[in-house]
Antibody, heavy 120, light 112 residues
């Protein structure tokens, strides 16, 4: 059974940093592209960033480009996102999502999410 | 960026009756490889999203056949043939033809 377990969320001050992790199990992690998707309280879904299976290609939403860095450690079956220069508008539940073999953007498995709150 | 719009944004439905959600993209979702990367996701209250439909009309594993997707180019539709209580939630269309990947605003489906 595929499992994705996010961690690392919490309360951080404006301008601060946080690193989220997503521990994956139940599938061959190193062969799947992965993404982070976030959801502000009471709002819709926003794709944040994606990374190829080998980690050599990364993609970002304009809203986080230059501030967030996605990475993965295939030896640890773990996906990360380093979030710097955090803003109030980054407050959200952050989900990690596993892509299907067919397409980067077919998110066939999701974690339960971790809440990030950015406050002054 | 490709902008996704959905109508309606709210859809109260009667149990056992059909429901339909429209999704429109600001530009064609036909990829250079010939595929159209339009998906539908369901988010039940308090739950993470769940993939329902991929590439316009393909039901994901375990999705009931009362869910169906159709469309082409820039106009797409999700239909629920007979709404059940477990279908309550928010439905999102999403395009993965072009980065950045973008979602529609969501359509809330609840029971009348």
């Amino acid at each position: 059974e595929v499992q994705l377990l996010e961690s690392g969320g919490g309360l951080v001050q404006t301008g601060g940093s946080l690193r989220l992790s997503c521990a994956a199990s139940g599938f061959t992690f190193s062969t799947y592209t992965m993404s982070w998707v976030r959801q502000a309280p009471g709002k819709g879904l926003e794709w944040v960033s994606g990374i190829s299976a080998g980690g050599d290609s990364t993609y970002y939403a304009d809203s986080v480009k230059g501030r967030f860095t996605i990475s993965r450690d295939n030896s640890k079956n773990t996906l990360y996102v380093q979030m710097n220069s955090l803003r109030a508008e980054d407050t959200a539940v952050y989900y990690c999502a596993k892509s299907s073999p067919r397409s980067y953007g077919e998110f066939e498995n999701w974690g339960q999410g971790t809440l990030v709150t950015v406050s002054s | 960026d490709i902008v996704m719009t959905q109508t309606p944004l709210s859809s109260p439905v009667t149990l056992g009756q059909p429901a339909s959600i429209s999704c429109r993209s600001s530009q064609s979702l036909i990829h250079s490889d010939g595929n159209t990367y339009l998906s539908w996701l369901q988010q039940r209250p308090g739950q993470p999203p769940r993939l329902l439909i991929y590439k316009i009309s393909n039901r994901f594993s375990g999705v009931p056949d009362r869910f169906s997707g159709s469309g082409a180019g820039t106009d797409f539709t999700l239909k629920i043939s007979r709404v059940e209580a477990e279908d309550v939630g928010v439905y999102y269309c999403m395009q993965a033809t072009q980065f950045p990947l973008t979602f529609g605003p969501g359509t809330k489906v609840d029971i009348k």
